[in-house]
């Protein structure tokens, strides 16, 4: 398995403008996670979906922010309309969800907003 | 909530040995994680510990675990130049309806030649 996939590895955008990060989970996986990094608040869980499902979104920062799963193997992350505060870098994870089975990262999309 | 807290920078010579410390808060923790990330790489798990565990050992990473303080070390053993990245610890408990990690700020590791 490639392990898990996002795309883009960078995005640049202008303020205002809708952004959506990819990613596509290890096949057989049925947690998803998203996690926003940045200096100062370090690493943040955004959102995570068992099965397909959104168990917990409390992370997600405000309504700009929403994130779908339509299937067991593609996740989307939308910001719209985006705003520099939304810089971060942005990793996706997935993991078998049960016991201490662990959580595998993608590379992350470093998103800039200008 | 929970609660992950790590100091933010260690160095040390190539050889010696690294210990970096993390506590936590939350007492329904039951699995501790170390994750290694190197620049602009995602994070790569290194090793977990149970919480009914003391310690565990693998290779050149020794986890020691002081479940009644709520604190966890990791030991790098004969530290590498390549073993410089930063180190999170993470923790989660068993709830079904908790499965995602809670992440330290991380130790960023700077391994001197």
């Known amino acids: 398995d490639a392990g898990v996939i996002q795309s883009p590895r960078h995005e640049v955008t202008e303020m205002g403008q809708e952004v959506t990060l990819r990613c596509k989970p290890i096949?057989?996986?049925?947690?998803l996670f998203w996690y926003r990094q940045t200096m100062m608040r370090g690493l943040e869980l955004l959102i995570y979906f068992n099965n397909n499902v959104p168990i917990d979104d409390s992370g997600m920062p405000e309504d700009r922010f929403s994130a779908k799963m339509p299937n067991a193997s593609f996740s989307t992350l939308k910001i719209q309309p985006s705003e520099p505060r939304d810089s971060a870098v942005y990793f996706c994870?997935?993991?078998?969800?049960?016991?201490?089975?662990?959580?595998?990262f993608g590379q992350g999309t470093r998103l800039t907003v200008v | 909530g929970e609660d992950v807290e790590q100091s933010l920078f260690l160095s040390v010579r190539e050889g010696d040995s690294s210990v970096i410390n993390c506590t936590y808060t939350?007492?329904?923790?039951?699995?501790l994680y170390w994750y290694k990330q190197e620049p602009g790489a995602g994070l790569q798990l290194l090793t977990y510990?149970?919480?009914?565990?003391d310690m565990k050992q693998d290779q050149r990473l020794t986890v020691l675990l002081n479940k009644k303080d709520k604190h966890l070390s990791l030991r790098i053993a004969d530290t590498q130049t390549g073993d410089s990245a930063i180190y999170f610890c993470?923790?989660?408990?068993?709830?079904?309806?908790?499965?995602?990690?809670?992440f330290g700020s991380g130790t960023r590791l700077q391994v001197q030649p």
């Open positions: 993470a923790e989660r408990t068993s709830d079904t309806g908790r499965r995602a990690l809670t």
């Open positions: 510990i149970f919480s009914n565990m």
């Open positions: 939350d007492s329904s923790s039951t699995y």
């Open positions: 994870a997935s993991s078998l969800g049960q016991g201490s089975s662990e959580a595998f």
């Open positions: 096949s057989g996986h049925n947690s």
